[in-house]
T-cell receptor, first 114, second 116 residues
Framework: DSGVTQTPKHLITATGQRVTLRCSPRSGDLSVYWYQQSLDQGLQFLIQYYNGEERAKGNILERFSAQQFPDLHSELNLSSLELGDSALYFC?????????????FGPGTRLTVL | AQKVTQAQTEISVVEKEDVTLDCVYETRDTTYYLFWYKQPPSGELVFLIRRNSFDEQNEISGRYSWNFQKSTSSFNFTITASQVVDSAVYFC?????????????FGKGTKLTVNP
């Protein structure tokens, strides 16, 4: 158990809908990272927050947004969902702001868009 | 361009065989970090090792060993005397800098199946 929690574990929704994925980092970790894992694109970095502020951005679509709250939990919002958004979404956390730290991954949220 | 290439998509071995997973990376940074992560069938990603670009010493941890060679931009992972529980997808990753921030770039992964 990495200490990173993600909810829900599974999510099934329809095209055009909006969903929110939630992540709680390990106790004491200030950085939260979001990744998308799909069969065709592999494991891709989406976005990082550090202590409430956006720190780095990857291949995140404009339909997606994230935020980190004062208690350091983070939410990834996916809107106007398309079939291609079906994927496993991971959250990871690390102690500091750099991605050179070891990142601890949550169990993931499997999103299925029908 | 900064990227990580894991040329072996799938490897299948019989228990107790040694197996090496290849990782080749490209970066223009002089300072960078390389990682290996394991993703067992249960789906979570498990950290295995982190190595910075200034430390070319090989590392051994039990049945696992890593061979970092800057000259060939490779960071290969060897499992000695493989076991069925080693069956997983293994990802090599590189931390890269872009616009002042650092990002982790993953290879496509190598699926290892260890048969009894």
């Amino acid at each position: 158990d990495s200490g990173v929690t993600q909810t829900p574990k599974h999510l099934i929704t329809a095209t055009g809908q909006r969903v929110t994925l939630r992540c709680s980092p390990r106790s004491g970790d200030l950085s939260v990272y979001w990744y998308q894992q799909s069969l065709d694109q592999g494991l891709q970095f989406l976005i990082q927050y550090y202590n409430g502020e956006e720190r780095a951005k990857g291949n995140i679509l404009e339909r997606f947004s994230a935020q980190q709250f004062p208690d350091l939990h983070s939410e990834l919002n996916l809107s106007s969902l398309e079939l291609g958004d079906s994927a496993l979404y991971f959250c990871a956390s690390s102690a500091t702001s750099g991605s050179t730290d070891e990142q601890f991954f949550g169990p993931g949220t499997r999103l299925t868009v029908l | 361009a900064q990227k990580v290439t894991q040329a072996q998509t799938e490897i299948s071995v019989v228990e107790k065989e040694d197996v090496t997973l290849d990782c080749v990376y490209e970066t223009r940074d002089t300072t960078y970090y390389l990682f290996w992560y394991k993703q067992p069938p249960s789906g979570e990603l498990v950290f295995l090792i982190r190595r910075n670009s200034f430390d070319e010493q090989n590392e051994i941890s039990g049945r696992y060993s890593w061979n970092f060679q800057k000259s060939t931009s490779s960071f290969n992972f060897t499992i000695t005397a493989s076991q069925v529980v080693d069956s997983a997808v293994y990802f090599c990753a590189l931390s890269r800098r872009q616009g002042g921030s650092e990002k982790l770039v993953f290879g496509k992964g190598t699926k290892l199946t260890v048969n009894p």
